[in-house]
């Protein structure tokens, strides 16, 4: 899940250039969600949308394991 | 048709196939990813195609946080041909966007004096800190904090374009997406930096009389605390030309919430969201390892914070905290929401005040996440002076990538990171380019420069390897379980070791990368390994408890023999050896 | 007859411009976000259908010329214009206002980064079709001024402004099919197979003879979509 969907993507780039992590890429004009097993989640590419386009989820797309959960 | 409830069924059951597709979706391009263990190496692009892009400066500044943007405007402001390369955004990769407090010494405002501020960090910090760093913290922190609030910065949530505004006047050349892998030194003395480009298929190679780290702390993309770019490049970088590091023994206890662990926005509390302000003198002892500790004793949960129940009994032992830094259980009004021994409103990173304190959201917490994670200004290049230079001729490192000990070997003054940084990025600046006006463009042989790119390029060209990502997972499955860096034992740490020199040689040697994105997580797990190492050597060499680092053989602090960090360098036979350094001794 | 055709053309008309992308709306996929904003994508979203109607709040709907009375039909056509020109002249802005309550980037610079991201055709398109529809609600505020400066007076304001609208609609459209989180497949299809027989209805007013005798219209042409 991590980054859940771009709707309404304009092709600005902004959140691509925000991500510390590399996880979006842009394909034909769009910013497609590419490597999202590297997702921080902090939502600054969704902060940075130019137009909200961004929809998040704190689940990771690989489950997360911990010391103790 | 349908009455309203069976639309929402329809929806839900719509909702659910689309979730489990992602997912789905999500682990059949886990081989992709890298998440498999060894494999053939499907790489995607023509490796023989890629080429090399070759720059030219007088101080190149690695790394755009908070240092790197002072480095830059005040290398630049001191006459140096300025350039600034970062594997993300200028103000949003790093730490950066997690800060939210600015600590400012105001002489106007503050009721002690800037001595005072020193005395009491020392005593927190057990001594640990540096003081020289520490009184410069304090004396330059309102002159930074001015030209932030001219920038913009304490006015929006988002650091990139207050940043970008005194960049863009100046007109320093920005390289962005460009991940530094490499530094290259010639004759003894700095010569610039190589890496390759994330969006395209290329290295670069930037020419430099003087580089400046600002590459921040490290973690080992702790999986509960996933700070998925903090990486250690910066230290290891350097630590391959013969810098010295310093610092490695101390650790970052931050918490994490049992929902969701890896959400890291939702685990920071609003902090993400806060528009950053100034904060004044405010010295604690936190984010060390008396929670941890408890964890260890009692189990997880761990509680924390407002909204998440108080602990009722006191836990024996455990690491040693000054009872002026003490918090008062019975009182969970009092201070700063009277956590007990966790951050309070306002902690860490941040310190912007009215909120709920990050990681201490009113769910379960867990401690034993963080593995990894550095305290900050505490780990990284040994300054060999008050003004960020290295042991390498025109290397200097600010903020989080030098190891100033400016708070010493815990967290102390809150808000220091962000303020911290700032200071150390504008007197590093200006010290390189001092340095970079006294000498030649230093001259590296093409010869060296391709065997560099093809070290650079040596996991895209492999036909088989192990996958960095599970290399990670792997690394994360031995420092993170078992409180291995924080509630530390002799048997544990060389039982961890063992593994990770492991991994050191004959992992990270065979790591493969199939794209661009791959190639930056191939180098990343390599510094983290070479990191994982540094801190259990460090760990095992200290043998009492102080600050954050705790010792269950050694629960005690030792005063006659560990008044001193310790110095971790490459040995001439490329082993790894490590020295003491008293405290309130700049290295010879 | 009359009664009952006039309500049943009510009723389709509100059922085809209303009703209709606000199922397709429902039936979507686009994630539900703050009232606020949802707000702000319905009534753009129906101020658009609205626009499209208004190819059949015209001359060239010889339906309801059976209907109603032309200047009951204009009266119609020019409130509903002006108000879904309002709403799309704040479109660009509404996108971007909701940011003020929000942390991340501030509404003014994500407004700028909107309006000159020229390297996307949607943004090109949005607009181009913004800058038309401006044009539109200005020329068609001072018809009566601008009428007699046409030379074919009526006639050549009639193509003029059915030609921007035509023009604007294309556009919009193509921007809103290329860039919109809410026009998925249904909402896209519904858009154009119903701007087509808009253009349809026009075409054959403009090219077609002007029908000799009246139709016998079935009672509403919207619902054939």
Known sequence: MTIKSINGCIGCEECVKSCPCDVIRMERGKAVITYPADCQICHLCRMYCPVDAIEMAPEKSIPVITPWG | ?588 | MNFSGKTYTFIAALAVFIGLPLLFYALGEAPRRSILKESFSLITLLAVSLMVGQFFLARSNATLLNLFKPPQIQKVHKYIAYSAVGVIFLHPVLIVLPRYFEGGVKPWDAFLTMITTFDSLGILLGLFAWGAMLVLGVTAYFRKKLIPHFSARYRGWRYFHGGLAVAFIIAALWHAIELGRHTDIAMSAFFVILTLIGFALLAKLYWGAMPKKPHTPPISEGATT
């Open chain 2, 1 to 588: 048709m349908t009455g309203p409830i069976d639309t929402n069924a329809h929806e839900a059951t719509a909702t659910t196939r689309r979730e489990f597709l992602t997912l789905s979706g999500a682990t059949a391009g886990m081989a992709s990813f890298g998440m498999t263990a060894w494999a053939d190496n499907p790489v995607e692009i023509e490796v023989s195609a890629i080429t090399n892009t070759d720059y030219d400066t007088d101080v190149l500044v690695i790394g755009g946080g908070m240092a790197g943007l002072f480095a830059a405007v005040k290398a630049h402001d001191a006459g140096a041909a300025t350039m600034i390369v970062s594997k993300g955004r200028l103000g949003s990769s790093g730490l950066t966007p997690f800060g939210k407090g600015f600590f400012v010494f105001d002489p106007e405002t503050e009721t002690g004096t800037i001595d005072d501020f020193v005395d009491t960090v020392s005593r927190s910090a057990l001594g640990t800190n540096n003081p020289v760093y520490t009184r410069q913290l304090a004396e330059h922190s309102l002159d930074r904090a001015r030209e932030l609030a001219d920038w913009g910065f304490f006015d929006q949530t988002l650091a990139n374009r207050p940043f970008m505004k005194p960049i863009e006047e100046r007109d320093i050349p920005l390289l962005e997406r460009v991940v530094i892998t490499h530094l290259f030194k010639e004759d003894g003395w700095i010569a610039g930096a190589a890496g390759f480009r994330l969006d395209a298929e290329e290295t670069v190679t930037i020419r430099a009389k003087s580089v400046i780290l600002c590459t921040g702390a490290g973690g080992f993309k702790p999986n509960g605390f996933p700070l998925g770019d903090l990486t250690h490049d910066g230290t290891v970088m350097a630590y391959r030309i013969g810098a010295k590091v310093t610092g490695k023994e101390w650790n970052d206890g931050h918490t994490t919430r049992s929902d969701n662990p890896a959400a890291t926005f939702d685990g920071w509390g609003d902090m993400f969201e806060r528009v950053p302000s100034t904060n004044g003198v405010e010295v604690h002892h936190d984010l060390g390892m008396d929670i941890n500790y408890r964890a260890y004793v009692t189990g997880n949960p761990v509680a924390g914070g407002p909204g998440a129940a108080q602990p009722t009994d006191e836990v024996a032992g455990g690491p040693y905290v000054p009872e002026e830094f003490q918090r008062d259980f019975d009182a969970p009004g009092s201070g700063e929401g009277g956590a007990p021994s966790g951050p309070p409103p306002g902690d860490g990173k941040g310190g912007a005040p009215g909120g709920p304190p990050p990681g201490f959201a009113p769910s379960a917490n867990v401690g034993g996440a963080s593995a990894g994670m550095a305290i900050h200004k505490s780990e990284g290049l040994v300054p060999y002076n008050d003004r960020c230079v290295s042991n390498i001729t025109g290397l200097y490192a600010a903020g989080d990538a030098l190891g100033s000990h400016m708070a010493g070997g815990i967290y102390t003054q809150i808000g220091s990171s962000l303020a911290g940084s700032a200071v150390q990025g504008a007197i590093a600046g200006e010290a390189a380019a001092d340095y970079a006006a006294s000498v030649k463009a230093p001259i590296i042989a093409d010869a060296r420069i391709a065997e560099v790119v093809n070290e650079i390029l040596a996991p895209l060209r492999r036909e088989a390897g192990y996958g960095p990502a599970w290399v990670t997972q792997t690394l994360q499955g031995i420092m993170i379980p078992n409180f291995v860096l924080y509630i530390k034992k002799a048997s544990m740490m060389q039982a961890a070791l063992a593994y990770i020199e492991e991994l050191r040689d004959h992992h990270a040697p065979m790591l493969r990368a199939a794209n661009m994105h791959e190639l930056r997580l191939a180098h990343e797990t390599r510094n983290m390994i070479l990191s994982a190492e540094m801190k259990l050597r460090a760990s095992l060499m200290r043998t009492e408890s102080r600050g954050s680092h705790y010792r269950l053989d050694y629960p005690d602090v030792d005063d006659v023999n560990w008044r001193a960090w310790i110095n971790i360098y490459q040995g001439s036979d490329g082993s790894m050896q490590l020295e003491k350094q008293p405290f309130d001794t700049w290295p010879t």
